[in-house]
């Protein structure tokens, strides 16, 4: 801790421009009381979703020269969030800070690597089997349903979905080893969409839902988990976690809708964060 505020550590890309990865949890974190040092793992120009021509600057190799500095300071962070991830060396890479200054962390991943059923083009067939591995070191996982079949070597199955069906993923995502898993995407009628959460430790399973948008937003998924890890970082159930950042999610895709912005630039979620803390007590 520093003084009495927690730290978490992001570990995501910066995407310059497109709202996602760390300019999306860096200020959302910071904004509910928590410090958010960050460890960037490439620089793009703007994320991989709906540009072409993009620039992509890799920094696996700082990675370890950073971990090693951070050692020699004694540091340990309170959380860890990471997000992205460009290759196996760095989900390898991710695992060994998660060992050296995540010894008492909160470990949360999202597995960002797919949506709609696929699997980003920019990754090879096999990563999802070692972003499943870096899921076995978390304490909470983050993934939408396409990341979650793609782990368990599951067919994609559109929505809506039944209980039974999402009830299964949940606890199938659970055996791989994290306490607490959060999945995204999910409905069970077309026109409501949110989230589950399973706490592998009660048995409890959750939902929220809200009305769903038209059209694909770029970048909620790293705003809905930011707004997750924020809620439960400053010590939220996880049942209102979810319902907190499914809230703020949609808040922040209606208002890009409204104005009818351009959607690979992500979402309006600026204008939410007055109301985020007021819903997390803050
Ligand atoms: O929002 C997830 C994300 C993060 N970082 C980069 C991406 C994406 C999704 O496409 O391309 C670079």
């Known amino acids: 801790m520093n003084g009495n505020q927690k730290r978490v550590l992001a570990i995501h890309d910066i995407s310059c421009v497109g709202k996602c990865s760390l300019t999306v949890a860096l200020p959302i974190i910071s904004a509910t009381g928590i410090e958010v040092p960050s460890l960037p793992t490439a620089v793009l120009s703007t994320h991989t979703g709906g540009f072409t021509g993009f620039t992509y600057r890799d920094l696996t190799e700082d990675m370890i020269p950073i971990l090693d500095h951070w050692n020699s300071l004694d540091l340990q962070f309170e959380g860890i969030y990471t997000g992205f991830l460009g290759s196996f060396e760095q989900i390898d890479i991710v695992c060994r800070i998660c060992d050296e200054v995540g ?3 909160t470990i949360f991943v999202d597995p960002v690597m797919a949506d709609n059923g696929k699997l980003y083009g920019i990754f090879p067939d096999n990563f999802p089997q070692g972003m499943k591995k870096l899921c076995s070191k978390a304490d909470v996982i983050l993934p939408n349903v396409t990341e979650a079949v793609l782990m368990l070597e599951e067919e994609y199955v559109e929505g809506p979905y039944t209980k039974d069906y999402v009830e299964g993923l949940l606890k199938r995502l659970a055996a791989i080893g994290p306490r607490k898993v959060v999945l995204t ?6 026109n409501r969409l ?3 959460a399973y706490d592998a430790e009660t048995g409890e399973i959750s939902y929220f839902f809200a009305d769903k948008i038209p059209g694909y ?8 988990s930011s707004a997750a890890v924020a809620a439960l970082m400053n010590g939220l159930p ?5 319902e907190i950042a499914v809230d703020f999610t949609q808040r922040s895709i209606v208002r890009t809708y409204e104005a009818k912005s351009d959607i690979r630039y992500g979402v309006n979620f600026e204008a939410g964060i007055p109301k985020l803390l007021k819903d997390m007590g803050l």
């Open 217 to 224: 937003y770029h970048g909620t998924g790293d705003v809905f």
């Open 185 to 190: 995407g999910i409905y069970f009628e077309e």
């Open 194 to 196: 949110g989230a589950a």
């Open 238 to 242: 996880l049942s209102k976690a979810i």
């Open 103 to 105: 010894k008492n962390a």
